[in-house]
């Protein structure tokens, strides 16, 4: 059984609330098995998992975080790219519109492949459509860091890595 099942049928909401999850780490496959549809209006499961996931993310010092990077395998992720930490966002069932022919390089690193980094070629804007918690469709154009970090989590729930990109130029 799913531990997230056991707590909610043995545990109140807040025991559910504080259920520990652990960022999933390559080489572990669930990295790259594939991710489900996330079903409308969002379970109180859902919710509990992405404010759990916004919280890991700034556990963890990234401003991304995929949900099958913590062990669910579902189309959703959060994001949050400001520099005071205060505008977390969620996507879920995200799917790319259209991604700019112009690409640039930058070196990337992944919660999931801890002190390694690597060099990856990325679409300069990317237009993406996504479903909010209350399940409404939003549409945007992302530049920039967004923008990469949006394709870099996408990659995620398609069960891609940094490191398909190309090789790893740092080994901490
Ligand atoms: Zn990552």
Redesign the pocket.
Known sequence: MHLLCYYYLCGTKKKLNNIPMQIVKQPDTFLRQPTQEVKFPLSEENNIILDNMIKIMYQANGIGLAAN?VGYNRRMFVMDTSNEKDSPQVFINPIVKSKNNIKTNDIEG???CPGEEVKVSRSISINLEWKCRHGKSQHKTFYYLPCRVVQ?EMD?INGKL?TDHGPILKRE
Do not use: F, V
């Open positions: 990077q992944c919660l999931s870099h995620h940094i």
